[in-house]
């Protein structure tokens, strides 16, 4: 189940965001969280040209996502365990335009 934004509060913005260490020049994430007993819940909503792409979360003290889901063309695909993959946010990124270099 994807997690309902409505739950959470706005936390903070980011441009280029790095994926693993990759920076995706174009990528854009707003960042969600909220409390859940003594930890924190945190949800990106990665987006491209305007165009959500994905959402990763988990908790904040994690050092990885616990769950991925991609979007697609009829809407949110199913929750992946883990972070999202730097080859399938290309692909998706090459799917909406050209894709900058990364740095």
Do not use: I, K, N, Q
Request: include cysteine.
């Amino acid at each position: 189940m994807l997690p309902d934004l409505t739950h959470f509060e706005r936390h903070r913005e980011a441009a280029d965001v790095d994926l693993d260490g990759t920076v995706l020049p174009g990528l854009s994430a707003t960042f969600h969280r909220r409390a859940a007993g003594s930890r924190t819940e945190s949800v990106g909503v990665y987006r491209y040209a305007g165009v959500e792409v994905f959402m990763a979360w988990g908790y904040v003290d994690e050092p990885h996502c616990r769950f991925t889901a991609y979007a697609g063309p009829h809407g949110w695909g199913a929750p992946r365990r883990g972070c999202p993959s730097v080859d399938a946010v290309r692909d998706l990124l090459a799917t909406l335009g050209p894709v900058p270099t990364p740095h």
